[in-house]
């Protein structure tokens, strides 16, 4: 066995990369395609989901191996080698089989013990069998890979540990308060009708909301789940729009939950910003007051500054509500700028003085668009020192003080939902991201270190087997030359003793086989029993050397075999 797999993850890499390399399902094809044609590799299975993807392959070459499996991930994710290297892990052999034991439990999802991930191992080995790039190899690690998933949730409460990628994100949108409460009578919408999708409206069904509205961009798909959802004795009632009505549908609904395979963002901050505004009581339940709104009136460009009016209003805006004027996305320098000074044109004061950044006149007049360049950027890169320390945990402290009038669940990568959102006064985002941050601070539950157990025990079964099966073409081989001995031997003795009857010639037959059975009965048990412990590769060459056996009679041996274990295998189950 020579497995290797290449890839990424939410554990290796940020969202922004995992979000740029993405597989959609052709690329998926064209890439197992890709690796096959590779010389390091004889098959191969690629495992990519919202949070991860991974090349699996069965190499004859280490070094080959990785840098073959690496150049094509990168060729097909899009993003250049030299960007994706430091965000790949490599693992080789029992290492690698670990780790797919590994995920299929759940240990490493985003939300531990999640279940999810066993249908997606499912859908790539059936990917990898209808291209026929799944061998004898990834046929049994993956089908393995399944049943140890299965037995990891059937034997230990991991399930406790964790929930599903949709029920941890409902009960990041429901804060201190029971899901099944907070979602009790609400509207929700989902866009998409995919797996993913289907779960999150099953699950908001099954939670207690009032209605489902379903968009996509298939409209058949849409109403099809919608029908699914009626019919599931929840008592939710459930309908299909299409993807042009979901502006509208934004100002009527309380929680949206989000999974496309879009490459472009679905909301945007405008979308979400215009839905909000629409609320008469505005976002916290009290009428809005000029300049607090995303949608306020735009000042005009203060006279002698060549700055967008739109730009002034957003900084106006943002400045009176207390925050960084680089939240405004004014348009940045690429001067670099110690963040430990202060503001480098002395404008320290505008985000502080009440007084001054009352409007976007007072706040910006006489001030050159060179400085407020340098300004923006200063601002900048203290605000990106502070949200590496508290990356997003305060933005959802603030948010969690607020009255929320518009729940966004975003379960896509690359995301559907602008991230900007979760600045819009009303707004509660969760997306994988900050699901990413919530998990890692979760408590483990006990039955975690159960289920490594399972995992450990089921890597040394596997291997124990793998290095078994890959002495038995020459055992086999052995035998059949034994067989043959024998034939040969008891053809001579018939044209020595041609007087033997029938019963006497079997009986000499049988006695040869049984002489020659005892003498290699010992010998080929022991040496499967060596050949399964770590380190045993080598007694199949050594059998082979002292019994001078043909080597095309064992590699064809290993062909029937393995022809008859992918027939028996069938699909991905």
């Avoid at 989000?258 to 909000?276: I, P």
């Avoid at 009303?426 to 408590?443: F, K, N, Q, T, Y």
């Avoid at 029938?502 to 029993?529: I, M, S």
Wanted: aromatic residues 2%; glycine residues 8%.
């Amino acid at each position: 066995m020579s497995l290797l797999v290449v890839g990424l993850s939410h554990r290796s890499a940020p969202v922004s990369v995992l979000e740029r390399a993405s597989l959609p399902v052709d690329a998926k094809v064209k890439l197992l395609h890709d690796t096959l044609a590779a010389e390091p590799a004889t098959e191969a299975a690629v495992l990519a989901t919202c949070n991860r993807i991974e090349l699996y392959a069965d190499v004859d070459k280490f070094h080959a191996g990785v840098a073959e499996l690496s150049t094509l991930l990168a060729q097909h994710s899009g993003v250049a080698l030299e960007e994706l290297t430091p965000y790949l892990y490599v693992h080789y052999e029992d290492r690698a089989v670990h780790h797919l034991f590994s995920v299929a439990c759940g240990l490493d999802s985003m939300v531990v013990g999640e279940g999810q991930i066993l249908g997606q191992i499912k859908d790539a080995l059936a990917l990898g069998q209808e291209l026929h790039t799944a061998g004898r190899l990834i046929n049994d690690l993956f089908q393995q890979a399944l049943r140890v998933g299965k037995r990891a949730h059937s034997e230990t409460g991991i399930d406790r540990a964790g929930q599903s990628l949709v029920t941890f994100g409902l009960e990041q949108l429901a804060v201190h308060v029971p899901v099944e409460e907070w979602a009790a009578g609400k509207r929700a919408l989902v866009i998409g009708a995919g797996s993913m999708s289907s779960l999150a409206a099953a699950t908001l069904a099954r939670v207690g909301v009032a209605e489902v509205v379903v968009a996509n961009r298939t409209a058949e798909r849409a109403e099809r789940l919608a029908e699914i959802l009626v019919a599931s004795g929840t008592g939710v009632t459930a309908s299909a729009i299409t993807m042009s009505a979901v502006a509208d549908e934004l100002t009527r609904v309380d929680v949206v939950v989000s999974c496309t395979g879009a490459t472009g963002l679905v909301l945007t901050g405008d979308d979400v910003a215009a839905a909000v505004e629409a609320d008469p009581a505005g976002a916290d339940g009290a009428e809005p007051t000029p300049g607090s709104g995303p949608l306020t009136p735009a000042p005009q460009s203060p006279a002698g500054l060549d700055v967008p009016a739109e730009l002034v209003a957003r900084l106006a805006v943002l400045a009176a509500g207390g925050r960084r004027i680089a939240d405004a996305g004014a348009v940045r320098s690429k001067v670099a700028v110690d963040e430990r000074d202060g503001c480098p044109v002395g404008l320290e004061a505008l985000a502080s003085d009440p007084g001054r950044t009352a409007d976007g006149r007072a706040a910006l007049a006489g001030v050159d668009a060179s400085s407020l360049e340098l300004h923006g950027t200063w601002a900048d890169q203290g605000e990106a020192a502070a949200q590496r320390q508290q990356p997003r945990k305060e933005a959802r402290n603030r948010a969690d003080e607020q009255h929320v009038t518009l729940a966004l669940l975003d379960l896509a990568m690359p995301r559907d939902i602008d991230a900007a959102v979760h600045r819009i006064p009303g707004v509660r985002l969760v997306d994988i991201e900050s699901l990413a941050e919530a998990s890692a601070d979760a408590p483990m539950a006990a039955d975690v270190d159960a289920v490594r157990g399972i995992v450990a025990a089921e890597v040394a079964a596997f291997g124990a087997a793998q290095r078994a099966a890959h002495i038995t073409p020459t055992v086999v081989a052995l035998r059949a030359m034994a067989a043959e001995v024998v034939a040969m031997e008891v053809a001579r003795l018939d044209g020595r003793v041609p007087d033997l009857d029938d019963r006497q010639r079997a009986e000499v037959t049988q006695t040869v086989r049984r002489v020659v059975d005892k003498l290699l009965h010992a010998p080929t048990v022991r040496v499967k029993q060596l050949a399964s412990e770590p380190g045993g590769a080598g007694y199949a060459e050594a059998l082979r050397e002292l019994f001078d056996l043909d080597p095309q009679t064992v590699a064809s041996v290993s062909r029937a075999d393995a022809a008859d274990q992918n027939d028996d295998s069938g699909r991905a189950s």
